[in-house]
């Protein structure tokens, strides 16, 4: 028998449908991600690192979390922790609502954007107050994450 090859068009669709299903073939193959039970946190950027004292607007700061158990986030209590660098010790709670996953597996990741207001300057003899506020989160169990920072923000006394 004899095989004549595919010229013009015919050609193109062949071509096209073959990286197609090869497309499915390996998207089939791929792994869930497993993260492991104690969250992660990265700090990825905050909206601006300059305020004026008792400024208007707010801090926005947007945190990529990984949690392998699914238990990040609650109804009850606060979960996520700020502290300032210029007050050592000292923690702003917030509280992540329950995040549930989009899938069959436990393991969860994403973004989360948290507010803050920007409000005085503590050391009111420095015309510019320089700080930072350190980050960390805890899930359902009690599993603590890592703590990651913000950028240096710049505080303008008045």
């Given at each position: 028998m004899n095989t004549v090859p595919l010229k013009g068009k015919n050609m193109m669709r062949t071509g096209s449908f073959l990286i197609v299903s090869g497309f499915?073939?390996?998207?089939?193959c791929v792994n869930p991600p497993e993260y492991p039970i104690e969250p992660y946190i990265d700090v990825v950027s905050i909206n601006q690192n300059t305020f004026t004292e008792l400024d208007e607007d707010s801090l926005s700061v947007v945190i990529y979390f990984e949690d392998g158990d699914g238990d990040l986030g609650s109804d009850?209590?606060?979960?996520?922790?700020?502290?300032?660098?210029?007050?050592?010790?000292?923690?702003?709670?917030?509280?992540?609502?329950?995040?549930?996953s989009q899938s069959t597996v436990k393991d969860i990741s994403g973004t989360i954007t948290t507010y803050y207001p920007i409000t005085f300057c503590i050391n009111d003899d420095d015309p510019i107050d320089s700080f930072y506020y350190k980050i960390y989160i805890v899930d359902q169990a009690g599993h603590v994450s890592n703590v990651d920072s913000t950028d240096l923000i710049q505080l303008f006394c008045n």
């Amino acid at each position: 028998m004899n095989t004549v090859p595919l010229k013009g068009k015919n050609m193109m669709r062949t071509g096209s449908f073959l990286i197609v299903s090869g497309f499915f073939i390996l998207s089939g193959c791929v792994n869930p991600p497993e993260y492991p039970i104690e969250p992660y946190i990265d700090v990825v950027s905050i909206n601006q690192n300059t305020f004026t004292e008792l400024d208007e607007d707010s801090l926005s700061v947007v945190i990529y979390f990984e949690d392998g158990d699914g238990d990040l986030g609650s109804d009850e209590g606060v979960n996520m922790f700020w502290e300032d660098s210029r007050v050592p010790g000292f923690q702003i709670p917030f509280k992540i609502p329950p995040i549930e996953s989009q899938s069959t597996v436990k393991d969860i990741s994403g973004t989360i954007t948290t507010y803050y207001p920007i409000t005085f300057c503590i050391n009111d003899d420095d015309p510019i107050d320089s700080f930072y506020y350190k980050i960390y989160i805890v899930d359902q169990a009690g599993h603590v994450s890592n703590v990651d920072s913000t950028d240096l923000i710049q505080l303008f006394c008045n």
